[in-house]
């Protein structure tokens, strides 16, 4: 089954105050009914193990029609699923990089993958074969589910519960209708959208003028939109489904790219994209520090101040703006199969916290969300490797060092002198890590610095390569050899 490909798009609308005020009346009462239905379907979710996009709604208090109290039952359900989700990742992790001994990991693997920890409907944990012949088979019992719940209650300890406080509106034909302007009548406008109110049988009309890069796109709009409230007034977003390019032949079979700021991305091809990327970030937290430290001396919350959310919307948008052109342009480039990605991590000393913990938020939201964008266009494979010692590791010799790593652009082995960029080094780790069966994502950093260590030594038979000396003052090493045979050293 093909997976459709969503956009939204804003357009610009000319709703007067009045109407605006109308929307934004309904979009308090839709949040404030999403509280409400978020607390009863989690109440299901701990009964049964799942949410229900169609549980009745007509016993919640709300202003809103029915109609709206489904569409925003549709909407919140659809949130909660995709946090699950993560969460039963982060399940995986945790339990994958345990001390549990293999057969009650698999049980829990199985009861996760389930969604079975609270309604415990298994009774047994099952492996079949591709042709469905069963290879492996154990009991599950109470001992099991209890332990996958604590398991999974310590996943949502550490991710918080999705809020609604700030929820946008995603309204479909029961609530809504779009109409395209007809020939020879309202020729200012492009579009006009009816918004059910809260005042029955008395929809408001909004015109709106178009989007020229949305219709542009390849593809079909849909019945739906998106409205959100920003500065007291509203956003509206009309929503596209959009063709998958078929053209795209792959002609390069893996590429590994390695994020960071300086530059943004550098590929195991040499490629330095985003050079002057960190340069632009100092340049913009110096202007959000100095307003953050004028709102904090006359005592004005931030998100009061127009001047303070302006620059951080303009920080928002560099972030996404490079993100796609140079991710664009590495596809044009290269048109690979297989991309291959290390797990993000966007932190630099030379920017504020407060800038780090944006770049942190908004930088993993926008490379995911273009990475599933790629996946979905162009039906290129994306693989995340496990990050453990990719800066470190020589990706000419494999010998691991603290000290190779010199700062943000040099990378000098100490053992055989390769002189290579930074990042460089690290996309070429990263290509290589792909292919290496024993690390996965989930292998504990502690693990994987054995498995490279020892792969080390047996590849250059004990220390041809680098000096007797060199491995013992090293920490990575010396542990490892103090706990092996002697190995003869070449002079």
Not at 220 to 233: A, H, R, Y
Not at 431 to 438: A, V
Request: aromatic letters at 12%; glycine letters at 4%; one cysteine or more.
């Amino acid at each position: 089954m093909n997976e459709r490909i969503i956009g939204a798009y804003k357009y610009r609308h000319f709703g007067n105050k009045g109407k605006v005020d109308k929307i934004l009346q309904v979009l308090k009462e839709y949040r404030k009914t999403a509280k409400d239905i978020a607390k009863i379907q989690w109440n299901l979710f701990f009964k049964q193990g799942n949410f229900n996009e169609y549980n009745e709604v007509k016993n919640i208090k709300s202003k809103l029609s029915e109609r709206y109290k489904q569409t925003c039952q549709s909407q919140l359900v659809g949130i909660l699923e995709s946090y699950i989700s993560n969460r039963q990742n982060d399940f995986v992790e945790i339990v994958y990089n345990s001390s549990l001994d293999k057969d009650t990991k698999f049980i829990l693997f199985v009861i996760n993958k389930s969604k079975v920890w609270f309604n415990e409907k298994l009774q047994k944990a099952v492996l079949k074969d591709k042709k469905g012949k069963v290879i492996k088979e154990l009991p599950i019992n109470k001992y099991h589910y209890k332990l996958a719940r604590k398991i999974l209650k310590h996943t949502f300890k550490q991710n918080k519960f999705p809020s609604f406080k700030n929820i946008s509106m995603n309204l479909d034909k029961k609530v809504m209708d779009i109409q395209k302007k007809k020939d020879g009548k309202a020729k200012s406008f492009d579009y006009w959208v009816s918004i059910t109110t809260l005042e029955k049988r008395r929809p408001v009309y909004i015109p709106l003028k178009t989007n020229s890069y949305a219709e542009k796109l390849d593809g079909k709009f849909l019945n739906f939109i998106q409205v959100n409230e920003k500065d007291n007034d509203i956003e509206i977003r009309l929503v596209k489904e959009l063709n998958k390019k078929e053209e795209y032949i792959p002609q390069t079979d893996i590429l590994a790219i390695d994020i960071g700021l300086n530059p943004l991305f550098a590929t195991d091809k040499g490629d330095l994209f985003g050079r002057c990327f960190k340069d632009y970030l100092i340049q913009l937290d110096a202007k959000i520090t100095k307003r953050m430290q004028y709102l904090q001396k006359n005592n004005i919350k931030p998100s009061k101040d127009k001047k303070y959310k302006k620059l951080v919307q303009k920080f928002r948008d560099f972030l996404k703006s490079e993100i796609n052109r140079i991710f664009n342009r590495i596809i044009e480039i290269y048109k690979p199969k297989v991309i291959v990605l290390e797990k993000l991590d966007f932190r630099s000393p030379d920017l504020s916290k407060r800038l780090n913990r944006l770049i942190s938020n908004f930088g993993k939201r926008y490379i995911n969300e273009k990475i599933e964008r790629i996946k979905q266009f162009y039906g290129i494979e994306v693989i995340f490797i496990n990050p453990a010692y990719t800066s470190q590791e020589c990706s000419n010799c494999g010998y691991i060092d603290k000290d190779n790593r010199k700062d943000t652009h040099t990378f000098e082995c100490k053992a055989c002198g390769n002189k290579i960029n930074a990042q460089v080094n690290g996309a070429r780790n990263i290509f290589r890590r792909s292919s290496l069966g024993e690390i996965t994502p989930y292998t504990s950093k502690k693990k994987v610095l054995q498995i490279l260590v020892k792969q080390y030594l047996e590849r250059y038979k004990g220390c041809n390569s680098a000096p007797c000396e060199l491995l013992m003052n090293n920490p990575y090493y010396r542990d490892y050899l103090s706990n092996s045979k002697p190995l003869m050293c070449v002079e």
